[in-house]
């Protein structure tokens, strides 16, 4: 499918946190989808989801990976300087793991394959019984599916997560090495950092995001608003880009497997995937999605889950939500014109 206007700028730079769900980015890159809308893209791995953010505020990356609340996080001018941003392609939906420590989860009897509700119960009745102990685990951002998640499981069982709990935010590939060195007794991350920790021995996966929200969007495509008006033919180039590459990867189980041997380059994820066979995708406990039916095509009603504790955190501030900007953010209007033009 080719541009019905050349790209306004042929060369670009995109963000990304080494997680599987930058993959159709990588395999945008790898396979050649983003050469054939005419665009040279470099990605520039990030270390934090807080510097993706400023590099693409302050016009040192054209866009980015982003978590789904990110964008809305950015226009509404928390934890920085306002900045009109939007999430024009959804990248994925679901994929996070809640994980302990093995040795807590051990301890509590948090096994892994259980309902979240017995879970979450399990650790709560051991720490009624350790009333001294307080656990800290770790979430990637505050503006996060990550934080929200970790806080809605830990409601289940009946605990406050600023009561009970030590919430830290880490870079996700950070999780791993801070659980082993026993800093952390747990955390909510994306996909493979979880069955990282499990394939290490280091953790146990408790809960599926999946099952707390199922089908929530996770990760999108972000760019500023100024950039898109600045820039259209591009947009829609790296659109067409997107969804060529997730269309590939439905097309058949080797091309999961061929992606997630571009993940294993060392520019990308490199060696934190190498317990994968392949990019386990649309199966329990985490159901991470990449492609499907109206999966990349941005969805407002299902963003108005993500955007409630964002909301409930305004109003504790004496702000409200502005619904007019979350319809902004998330509009399908880019997607569509690119897809139908």
């Known amino acids: 499918m080719e541009t019905s206007q050349p790209p306004e700028l042929p ?77 024009p392609v959804t990248l994925s939906r679901n994929g996070n793991a809640l994980v302990l420590s093995t040795a807590l989860a051990d301890a509590c009897g948090a096994a892994g394959g259980t309902p979240p509700r017995a879970s979450a119960r399990a650790l709560a009745a051991w720490l009624a019984e350790h009333p001294r102990r307080r656990p800290r685990l770790a979430m990637v951002y505050p503006y996060s599916c990550q934080h929200y998640l970790l806080r809605e499981w830990l409601a289940l069982g009946g605990l406050d997560p600023d009561r009970d709990m030590e919430l830290v935010v880490l870079p996700p590939p950070r999780m791993v090495a801070t659980l082993r060195e026993g800093a952390i007794d747990g955390f909510c991350v994306g996909e493979p950092w979880g069955s990282l920790a499990e394939h290490d021995g280091v953790g146990q996966i408790v809960a599926g995001g999946a099952d707390l929200w199922p089908d929530h969007p ?122 139908h033009q």
């Open 218 to 339: 996770e990760k999108v495509l972000g760019v500023t608003r100024s950039w898109a008006r600045r820039y259209p033919a591009t947009l829609t180039a790296l659109i067409r880009a997107v969804v060529a590459a997730s269309q590939w990867l439905a097309t058949a189980p080797d091309h999961q497997r061929q992606a997630r041997d571009w993940l294993a380059l060392p520019p990308y994820l490199d060696r934190s995937v190498g317990h994968l066979d392949d990019l386990r995708l649309n199966s329990a406990p985490l159901y991470q999605r990449l492609f499907g039916e109206g999966v990349l095509r941005p969805d407002i009603e299902a963003m108005g889950r993500v955007a409630d504790p964002l909301a409930r955190h305004l109003a504790g501030s004496a702000r409200r939500l502005d619904i007019r900007t979350l319809h902004e953010c998330y509009a399908p209007v880019h997607f569509d014109a690119a897809m």
């Open 11 to 87: 060369h670009l730079t995109l963000g990304f946190i080494p997680l599987l769900d930058a993959a159709l980015l990588i395999i945008a890159r790898e396979y050649g989808f983003f050469a054939e809308q005419g665009l040279e893209v470099t990605l520039s791995r990030e270390n934090t989801w807080s510097t993706l953010r400023d590099k693409v505020a302050a016009g040192l990356l054209d866009g980015a990976q982003m978590l789904s609340p990110l964008p809305l996080a950015m226009s509404l001018g928390l934890e920085r300087a306002p900045c009109d941003t939007l999430a």
